[in-house]
């Protein structure tokens, strides 16, 4: 089923062996340096970078100033939007229902459209929690994303979905079942068992490995505390220490998680999570909206990384994450969009920019956060949390060339100091339409501000239609869905979480 791509061609003919460029930002906290080459060896490194005269670099190049790529920390690979499917914005705990609205389409489309789209806004690594159309199928559906993130070119970590309690609600399902009407009982209580056990999926990631190439790895993801059987995490967390797998991990997204934590683990959340090894340096958590500021602190202290996702917490209604404690506990915190980024527009650029002003209060107690965080966030932790310790994240002799080029005439266009301040700019300003350039592993994916490896409005297309169709045969049951989105409102009514 589906759409294939448009022919790439051989990878050497997409290979980019030098670039000019008038600023070259080298990362976060580097000065800015005036127009430079950049070297590319064939192992897709930086061979050199040496400054150059002005007069040669053409206007065309002049007018460019070079980045690290942003990384993408914690993702879901919507390239059909949950708005397009009629899911509307609330919290979390109702919109989860809602997402079964979704018809079932081609899992290559879907997922090489949202990385063709990020890599349009300067992404050159995303975490991809998958989300599952048809468990059974989950082994065809990781070959798919792993073609889609070789024809697209950037770095995908694929985080496996383990997933084995707590369907529907966080507690026992008989009190949200009793708030259904009788007619949907029996369906919601047969939705409830059914899932793949943990051995099930160690079995099936032993499979998925052959899917694994250069930009394509599988890291274990326990959908979150409240979706996986403590037995789960455990055994995860030690797979985990012996295979060096990363873990990716939801973590007290929504107060209501947070309840149910507090109810049910007595020696502390955190502290049982601790016990059975999760937390390591080899751990993303996702969210983290409802940590504590001690949490924040164990956190920094066994080196797990935080994935921030602000866009995502305000349109599903969690609040916002503690990111002042997080990096005064020096907790490494990376951003995501989790699909869900604030103007639905999947722009890496503009997240920088929320998080920035959203957190920036000028008060005693509140030091505003230092803006080069939220960059080396975007720019070298996130990528961490996808690639491991590759030396990426910054511009430098023998780091991989994963590059982006942005459009810095445009940003400074009304500039009238002669000496435009980037880092304000990058942040004040950058989106997506400023993207001129992309290069993974020094092979160009964007160019002009398109994604060059796939046809991505041939793909958009292709999967508009096909979702169209797919809705008009089998349309979602309404009914349903609005039963149980009743019944899960009525059950947290009622406290039943803790
Ligand atoms: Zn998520």
Redesign the pocket.
Known sequence: MGVQPLPVGPPGEQMVQTLRVGRVLPSATAALLGPTQVDIGDDGRIAAIRPVAEGDVSPDEARLMLTPALCNA???GRGLSTLAFGAVDQALETWLPDLARQPKIDPYLNAAVAFARLAESGVGAVNH?HNTQDGAALLAEAEAVSRAARDVGIAVAFAWPFFDRNPFVYGPLAGMIDQLPAAYRDAVAGRSGGFRTCAQNMALIEQATAFEHARFKIQYHPVAPQWAQDETLAAIAEASTRDGRRIHI?LLETERQREWADRHYPEGFLAFLDRIGLLSPRLTV??AVWLRADECALLADRGVTVSI?LS?NLRLRSGLPPLGALLSAQTPVAL?L??MSLDDDQDMLRELRLVQNSFARPAKNHPSIDPTLILDGALRIGRRTILGDDGGGHIAVGAPADLLALDFAALASDDITGAPDAMALLLGRAQRRHVVRLIVAGREIVADGRCRTVDLPALESALIEQARLAYRTSPPDMALIRGIQSAVGAYYEADLHR
């Open positions: 914690h993702d879901h929690c939801h996702a969210h996702n995502s995501g989790d699909g």
